[in-house]
Nanobody, 115 residues
Framework: QVQLVESGGGLVQAGGSLRLSCATS????????VGWYRQAPGKQRVLVAR???????TYADSVKGRFTISRDNAKNTVYLQMNSLKPEDTAVYSC?????????WGQGTQVTVSS
């Protein structure tokens, strides 16, 4: 059974930074892609950033230039470095790993950005 364990959320002031981590229970290269999604209160969950096994990276327009997704293959961990945080970045951030028709999710971590 695949497990994804997120860490790194918290409370930060606008303009600050946080780094999220997503540790997987098997090689991250065994997934088609690993990514971060977020869901703000009353809104749908949306893609923030993802990285494919080939290394192709996609960002939501709202985070381009501020967030960076990366991975450490040896640690089976994907990171999301979030800089210049804004109050509108406040959400529950969840890690997703996709393997063909299967999607695996972490438990989510809260990120709160105060103004």
């Amino acid at each position: 059974q695949v497990q994804l364990v997120e860490s790194g959320g918290g409370l930060v002031q606008a303009g600050g930074s946080l780094r999220l981590s997503c540790a997987t229970s098997r090689s991250i290269l065994s997934f088609n892609a690993v990514g971060w999604y977020r869901q703000a209160p009353g809104k749908q969950r949306v893609l923030v950033a993802r990285i494919t096994s080939a290394g192709t990276i996609t960002y939501a327009d709202s985070v381009k230039g501020r967030f960076t997704i990366s991975r450490d293959n040896a640690k089976n961990t994907v990171y999301l470095q979030m800089n210049s945080l804004k109050p509108e970045d406040t959400a529950v951030y969840s890690c997703n790993a996709n393997s063909f028709s299967l999607n695996y999710w972490g438990q989510g971590t809260q990120v709160t950005v105060s103004s």
